[in-house]
């Protein structure tokens, strides 16, 4: 399972793709039943908040957490006339959508306090750090708040793959992905231009097929005109790259790598047909850094929260809700109530919090796990994988546990220096490499790298990692569902808990990802509008 | 043939790639032999200039054309100490490589004036628009003179496809490339999985490769377990997005198109295996318009350019060479000398220039035809692409005669307006629409465009078209070799002329790119100074 095709900030695809192929088919009677209890039969607009009407003047909510759940909702509600307290722990918005520059400080539980001493201008978003052109609701907010974008390099078939210890001759050689793709479809191309040839497909083809299909193959596979085998193609580099005069003139072609030892190196599997849905360019990430997003919703909805403070208790009765919260400067503590809660806290915390929610509720929440994961950015003196190896962004794709992948910068293009990620981590892997101290885990990423670049060792300069699970106000990188969680305790957390309604991405099918925060964020605020109007 | 593949600014890639590998296997005798009269056994480097040493000092060096290759020289030779003298016959410098912004004028020959109309900040790159990251020679430039880049989307799998009256059910319809892809690629992985599992390629395999090309097929093309079948894939699209809550919760899954109907319409062919040499990702394009490129060369050596100055005579002897020059503004005709020349004037316009090369070198020079090209660019109101359909940069392609593909910008992301690139023809289409006033070719990239996006005609605000062949100091495109010409005059244009060198992106195998210039500029400086250095 390749990790870098995992969500924006973890979350693998597979998985996720299967749940949803299996919710969406084998689910429907459940969706259905659902759907009729809200009352609602139009799937959701995902590409602008709800039209709502009516107003809420007069109406207070409490939102626990300044996130994006939060402070979408904030900021919408808002504008129906609503009077929204958001509580937020930390001493700054935007929840997990944050981004590690100079000064940046982060003490994981159990840790040694690390503050982020990249140079000015250099910076990791450690939590989502791409944006997909699909992701229409996160796409709202940076349109309509005017957040600069610039494109985010997800896939590039000039980065290299690196697989060491595995079966065959390609084990431990760094290769670029496009010799790879281009070998492997063209040898595919080849094998099946055969078995049309002779005759060997006949009953499922007729005639007329047979030519478009050896035609498509010849194209695809850069297959030779009349023989139809693979010899390889400039689509997959060249020893020489073709240039001026005669002398590098027409260049001098690479020889493609054998099938054999292609299919004996599995390295096939980095790729398929296309990338999965929320894998796919056109790709963004905002211009200085993702944490740009949560500044943009901070300055509209900022002077409603109240920071550093934490929730203590949550408790409820048929009038009102109200929160028990402490100051983390002073220790106090003291009481906050409204008319409705608008909770967006992690459920990996909530579950913590004294509250007075049905056994059902609890154990609903108690059922989501959250998913361990890791990341590392690392400063570089040079950006020599753009200088010397001419790769500008996307993936090095290796299978050193507790890599993954190292994800080479899609900023600062050309540019002196630049901040790479140096692995990203999950599950199993994440917790191991999380035991490790910074500077531990700075030489781990250090000592992967320099297996693919000779020049990585003696160009890190600064490097600041983070480890989701050991965040005190997150516990992991997002809700982790499993078929059984998602059956049985999601339908449960969706609707109301009194005057209670979750939100985030949790709360939703793009967990992990900054757009599923907003659309449950949607969807529940029109819920409690609903409610509330009727209330 | 796709035009969309073509180079940065026309040519196309199948035709060139096949002239590549000739040369390459076929022509090797010969490229041998040219190496060594040249006394050069390694190829050039295409990362950097040529290191020379020795000086030019007290050397005179006469550039015809403030193009890329003309500038380029003089930045390098300057270095050295020649004395350049740079004569160009536009206002600016920059030859083809050129940004079409307000009041940026054009008259066609025989053709009616255009000023660019568009608002601040829009343009279009009519000349070369893209960078790929393979063209480490440009990019060495864009480098060393901080030109800011930002990235050009060449591949959006969101983008339409629309191919009208071809075969079968797939003709009219707008689909979105990665459906194509995503289908086509699944199907196929069905039926190859299915030849492997009855058996009818089991000579070719072994049972060990039987189960590892299985696996690959299963993963690459979203095939389902056990019984190995496509189905249709979240990657290919949903009929409604995955979301939050249960609605859309995992969203509904979209319908595969079906295998025959692809086939028959010949859509696969829009991809290959991987993009060829040049086409492939990460592409840049400066920041604020090609002509940057241009301008940082004429910010360094613009002081040497003599410009709105026409070329009518070339003429040497064994002690100097010599030019009769004219001054457009003032019609003043003159003199210049100098011991060496580099001549990087296009072909096209060389060969009605009164020079007294010898008669093998005229004819080599007459021997090679320049293509044909056009391009329009089109201020839209809005970016209803990106705001209604979601596509963020990228090609649509078409089967328009006259059309190929409409290009959309890569720039001004989520901005309120776009320009677009209407069209990009070549050869006898872009003959046909040059014949058009430059309203009629607007109107004819309206209803074309009008086809696929409703929106297209009334965001439509305003126009800019170029016709390469009809510039008068171009009069083409890019070189076009022909495999005769490319065997007979190419060897003879290469080698000096007396003390006449020539120069540009038509001395190269990288014709119409501005990386094909620039090497081209290394090398025939390099044999210039190496022969200036003995003289």
């Known amino acids: ?189 080849e094998l099946l231009a055969k078995g049309v040839q002779t005759g060997k497909l006949d009953e499922q083809l007729t005639e007329e097929d047979k030519v478009l299909l050896l035609d498509y193959l010849a194209n695809e596979g850069y297959l030779s005109k009349g023989d139809l085998k693979y010899l390889g193609t400039g689509g997959r580099g060249y020893k020489v790259n073709p240039g001026a005069g005669v002398n590098p003139g027409p260049g001098t072609p690479s020889d493609p790598l054998g099938f054999k030892a292609l299919l004996g190196s599995k390295l096939g599997k980095i790729y398929k047909s296309v990338n999965s849905f929320t894998q796919q360019a056109t790709m963004f990430q905002p211009v200085g850094g993702m944490d740009q ?97 001419a790769i500008y962004g996307g993936h090095i794709r290796t299978n050193f546990k507790g890599i993954g992948s190292i994800s080479l910068p899609s900023n600062h293009w050309q540019g002196q220096k630049g901040t790479l990620l140096g692995y990203y981590n999950f599950m199993a892997d994440a917790v191991e490499v999380s035991a490790m101290s910074p500077a531990q885990r700075a030489e781990f990423a250090t000592a992967a790298g320099e297996k693919i670049f000779p020049q990585y060792r003696e160009n890190v300069e600064k490097t600041f990692s983070v480890a989701w699970h050991r965040v005190k106000y997150n516990m992991g990188g997002w809700a982790d569902w499993s078929v059984e969680s998602r059956k049985n305790a999601y339908p449960v957390l969706l609707e109301a808990e009194g005057r209670v309604y979750l939100a985030g991405e949790h709360m939703s099918y793009l967990t992990g990802w900054m757009a599923g925060a907003i659309e449950s964020s949607w969807q529940q605020m029109a819920k409690l509008h609903a409610r509330a109007l009727v209330a």
Chains 1, 2 share one sequence.
């Open 1 to 189: 399972m390749s990790k870098v095709q995992a969500n924006s900030f973890g979350g693998i695809r597979t998985r996720r793709e299967f749940l949803y192929r299996t919710a969406a088919i084998g689910g429907l009677g459940l969706t259905m039943a659902t759907m009729n209890a809200w009352g609602m039969s139009e799937p959701s607009r995902a590409d602008r908040p709800p039209e709502l009407t009516g107003s809420g003047k007069g109406k207070k909510v409490l939102i626990l957490g300044a996130g994006l759940a939060g402070m979408t909702a904030a900021y919408e509600l808002g504008k129906l006339g609503y009077e929204c307290q958001l509580i937020e722990a930390r001493s700054f918005a935007g929840g997990r959508c944050q981004t590690a520059r100079r000064g940046f400080e982060l003490t994981e539980l159990g840790g040694e306090k690390q503050v982020c001493q990249f140079d000015e201008g250099e910076y990791i978003n450690h939590g989502p750090w791409r944006i997909p052109y699909n992701h229409r609701s996160t796409l709202h907010y940076t349109r309509e708040f005017g957040v600069p974008l610039e494109v985010f390099i997800n896939d590039n078939d000039a980065a290299y793959v690196y697989h060491e210890k595995t079966a065959g001759a390609l084990s431990g050689k760094r290769l670029r992905q496009g010799e790879i793709k281009a070998d492997m479809r063209g040898h595919v191309a």
């Open 293 to 389: 997003i949560a500044k943009a919703f901070a300055k509209r909805v900022g002077k409603s929260i109240r920071y550093n403070t934490e929730v203590l208790a949550i408790r409820q009765n048929k009038q009102v809700v109200s929160a028990q919260i402490k100051d983390s400067a002073t220790g106090k503590i003291s009481l906050v109530e409204a008319d409705f809660c608008l909770c967006t806290i992690p459920l990996s915390v909530l579950r913590n919090i004294d509250t007075d929610f049905s056994a059902p509720f609890k154990e609903a929440i108690a059922a989501v796990a959250y998913e361990p994961t890791g990341k590392i950015g690392i400063q570089m003196k040079r950006r020599f994988w753009e200088e010397d190896d």
